[in-house]
């Protein structure tokens, strides 16, 4: 009990002055929109994205994130758009992002370039009741200022993402300005994303799909190495080691529809590999994706002759 509350209040005063290091989703390869605006209509479909994740299950104050993603092309604007939504937990701090995407889309060589821009709102709020380590009143700390505490700034995103049929290729940065909270006392942390992936057709019915995250905010870094493998393209299975942290497999499906539609689910059961193992029963990640075909149908045409009548 004593472990768990010291690693709690470590986190407690680390977040003081600082923001948090980003979200971190099993299923990032489902999840470009929502740090890289660039992606945003770029699969030609609208698609509707919900993803969810317990981390470190049984700890307390463990990481909670649910992310909502809506996007779509739109000719009109030569590019896409697209709505992200995230709710994020950590301990008493509690973050809510909501961002508008705009990708402007280019054909280049055998794929498009996507280049995009998100600007929306970061709210975060402290609900805490506070101890210091002298045993003094916390209400003599200038930097805290009351057990609840919330905050709103802009919030601004840029990236680029390239795709073609069977690799892509994204960078971006989110958070840009690092913008202060002064009333929370808090300094929004500026992050950096790469992101990269390969469809490599291994068999006839088994299609191999490696693939790779790096988040850093360029003092902590976060690195995400998936395989997996779609088997007749409604089956799949694979394994993410999330370097120093975890290691997760992972499990899906997939279904298309007859209009191009498809619908995929998948979950992730995290293994924790750190020191929290001692403390933590793993972590769950769930993915639910719905893209909807934007593709007419063919026309029909009949014609007689009058030679056959």
Not at 70 to 99: C, S, W
Not at 206 to 211: A, D, G, T, V
Request: net charge neutral; hydrophobic share 35%; glycine share 12%.
């Amino acid at each position: 009990m004593k472990k768990h509350l010291s690693v709690l209040v470590f986190i407690s005063v680390f977040l003081v002055s600082n923001a948090q290091q980003d979200y971190q989703i099993t299923h990032y390869m489902f999840d470009n929109v929502s740090f890289n605006p660039g992606y945003a209509g770029m699969n030609n479909n609208i698609c509707g994205t919900i993803l969810g994740r317990q981390q470190w299950a049984g700890f307390e104050g463990s990481p909670t994130t649910g992310i909502l993603n809506v996007h779509a092309p739109v000719e009109m604007v030569r590019g896409g758009i697209g709505l992200t939504y995230v709710n994020d937990q950590l301990g008493f701090e509690k973050n809510n992002i909501a961002r508008l995407n705009y990708s402007y889309h280019l054909g280049i060589g055998a794929g498009q370039l996507g280049i995009g821009a998100s600007l929306g709102i970061l709210q975060k709020s402290i609900e805490a009741t506070w101890q210091t380590p002298s045993g003094n009143p916390w209400q003599q700390d200038q930097s805290i200022s009351g057990e609840q505490m919330s905050g709103v700034v802009p919030d601004f995103n840029l990236g680029v993402f390239y795709k073609t049929n069977e690799l892509y290729l994204g960078i971006s940065t989110t958070h840009i300005g690092g913008l202060q909270m002064n009333n929370l006392n808090v300094q929004n942390v500026h992050h950096y994303w790469i992101t990269a992936g390969y469809n490599y057709d291994i068999m006839p019915d088994i299609k191999l799909r490696p693939s790779l995250l790096i988040k850093s905010d360029a003092s902590s870094t976060i690195m995400d190495i998936n395989v997996n493998a779609l088997y007749q393209n409604k089956f799949w299975g694979g394994i993410t080691w999330r370097v120093g942290d975890e290691v997760a497999p992972m499990l899906g499906y997939q279904h298309s529809l007859g209009d191009g539609s498809s619908l995929r689910i998948g979950y992730a059961y995290g293994v924790t590999t750190s020191e929290i193992a001692t403390y933590s029963s793993g972590s769950h990640d769930i993915m639910l994706n719905y893209c909807f075909s934007l593709a007419k149908p063919p026309t029909i045409e009949k014609s007689k002759n009058p030679r056959f009548l």
